[in-house]
């Protein structure tokens, strides 16, 4: 049996918008091609106001430092990025509070080439994660 | 280098809480059942995941996972211990 799309909308949290200066985590070393795998694998399953919802997969670093949030999320991540929620939005990236907090969507308006080589700049350099293989159990069960 | 039982984002959660992807990026979809270990993400990240639920979504059929704490090369060493003669 095929189900629609999960609309998010009615499942935004209703948050402040997290503060300029927040950083954003993503783990991995992304490439065009993954980045855009993930985009459409996030638009097959959701939609915003009744379009397919193209987006990339972040955390905020909101509620704990920026270690513990690795050790509980990114410990199977060698290298993760760290770009700023300024540095996102200025560059066009809207964030959508999706998930339970602290998860966010990157939303992404086309997801190609061009975007998706902004979207890859933005995030800037993959850098080695401190906490690899730290980790002390994924997260608390919400 | 890892090959994984279902390719995923390992950053994605939605609004269970929970890792997801979809059934048919499974190698072996019939594997892919509630309770059922997996190693889920892709070639360059990977984590041992449990199975939750499966749910109807979209196209396919959505795969909730819960990914289990440790390294995927901590659960080999682990069953290497446990096997050893």
Known sequence: MLGDRIEQRALLRREQPPGRTTLVVRGGRDSIDKLRSHAQRTARAWSLDGVPLLGISVFAVLD?????LLRRRF???????????SHLNERGFELLATGRRPHFTIRLLRADDRELEKLLAVLGPAGPNPQYAKTDGWREEG | ???VDITADLNDEDHTGYLWTFLDEARDPAQITPGAL???????????????????AGDGTIVHLRPLPGLVD???ALVERALAS
């Open chain 1, 64 to 68: 704990m430092p920026l270690e513990i």
């Open chain 1, 75 to 85: 410990a199977s991540f060698r290298t993760i990025y760290l770009p700023t929620v």
């Open chain 2, 1 to 3: 280098m890892y090959r």
């Open chain 2, 38 to 56: 997996v190693v889920a993400g892709d070639e360059d990240a990977a984590a041992v995941c449990q199975v939750v639920d499966l749910v109807p």
């Open chain 2, 74 to 76: 901590d659960y080999r």
